[in-house]
């Protein structure tokens, strides 16, 4: 197998290199090569998205990302962001297929902002579509209106097809696990969801053992804090995706803790955490690796079809929580804190 890592910006180089680490212990024979994205890209070649990367990681069996943005390059005009270089490959690639996990270790329970009752045991799957919707909509831009002010225009789109190619893989996500999808719209309001809706209950008859729910997004928002253990597999679009998988992954605690995978219809997968780059913390060795290393995990369970090596990375973590070690962002009274590259290495010695 050939994995691409893309190490990006600010924490990225790190902790990219921790899971690294593990992959290399698992896989001897798999080969790793690296390319730069985001400011890095700009930096090596004027480019977020250089050609060689973006090249690299067509030929690459699975992609393991960092993290990408600085401040430093909000200067520059929108095409040249960073931010730029990663909506970019997703859409080249087709990634359309974007799995955000929340999941609470039960050692970190008391980690949560939420009451333990509310979050112990919680284990929910967000699917969020990441190539359409009004990220990626035209018309878009800011345009000079005859008055003389200035407009900005994004558009929120789906096609039938766009929708049905992300739906087909959340049910098929939610047979795997508890069988309840609950798909999140607007549709009071907005007609792209009105069509999501009715094209969610029509895939619905193809997967009778899932029982499939609507949810409007506000609601959404309120649930996700209110009772958060009454979802499963929730399905929705790109930008409500977006806002609710930040939400629901702080439930868990940290940010730090929780991985990503963005899949094409071959399961080819881009592998990051869902956290950002976080500048302010970078080249000290504070970070937690722990989202990129169980991001590792999902690229073994999804790409590599070897779900036995993910198992033995995700023990591996929790082995490591449970003897007490904490980065700072989950540290406690009673736990031993330590750096990004000393959990890589404990991780690693426990896997
Ligand atoms: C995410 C991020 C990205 C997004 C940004 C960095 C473009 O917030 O992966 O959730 O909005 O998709
Ligand atoms: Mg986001």
Redesign the pocket.
Known sequence: MNILTLPGDGIGPEITKQAVKIIKALSPNFNIDEAPIGGAGYDADGDPLPQTTLQKAKDADAILMGS??DWKYDQLPRELR??RG??RI?SELNLFA?LRPAMLFDQLVDASSLKPNIVSGLDILIV?E?TGDI?FGQPRGIHNLKNGEREGINTMRYSESEIRRIGNIAFQLAQLRNKKLCSVDKANVLETTELWREVMVDLSANYPDVSLSHMYVDNAAMQLVRAPKQFDVMVTG?IF??IL??EASMLTGSIGMLP?ASLDINNKGLY?P?H?SAPDIAGQDIANPIATILSAAMMYKYTFKQPNEAIRIEEAVEKTLQQGYRTADIMDDNSTKIGCEEMGDRILGNL
């Open positions: 990408v943005g960073p931010e990663l909506l997703r974007n969020r990441l990220y790109n995706g977006d998988s930040d990503s990051e869902s950002g």
